[in-house]
């Protein structure tokens, strides 16, 4: 069972970057399909948490939503056993807890929660504006 931790999350203004972690630990990376979501305030749910970018276990190939293909990159150093997501040009409605996930789908890259077995703590991305 893989144990994940995000880091990275703050305060920035409108325009401005961060860069998310997810350092796993456990079991090693690679035998995952990543990806990391986001909840706004007002939904509690795990399913209701809002697909952000995944990255295949094997390919290395990534999708993303429409909201931040463009802006956000998703990335993971199997050697850190570390997943990664960059956020550029951030807007006030990218604000939302960001969660790392981790799947054993082994087809593709995964956009609903439910696909995704293991979950981090959330981490906070605040962007005002």
């Known amino acids: 069972q893989v144990q994940l931790v995000e880091s990275g999350g703050g305060l920035v203004q409108a325009g401005g970057s961060l860069r998310l972690s997810c350092a796993a630990s456990?079991?090693?990376?690679?035998?995952?399909?990543m990806g990391w979501f986001r909840q706004a305030p007002g939904k509690e749910r795990e399913w209701e948490r809002e697909?952000?970018?995944?990255?295949?276990?094997?390919?290395?190939?990534?999708s993303y939503a429409d909201s931040v293909k463009g802006r956000f990159t998703i990335s993971r150093d199997n050697a850190k056993n570390t997943e990664y997501l960059q956020m550029n040009s951030l807007k006030p409605e990218d604000t939302a807890v960001y969660y790392c996930?981790?799947?054993?789908?082994?087809?593709?890259?995964?956009?609903?929660?439910?696909?995704?077995?293991?979950w981090g703590q959330g981490t906070q991305v605040t962007v005002s504006s």
């Open positions: 456990g079991r090693t990376l690679s035998s995952y399909t």
């Open positions: 697909f952000v970018a995944a990255i295949d276990w094997s390919t290395s190939s990534t």
């Open positions: 996930a981790a799947s054993t789908i082994r087809s593709g890259t995964p956009v609903r929660p439910l696909s995704y077995g293991y």
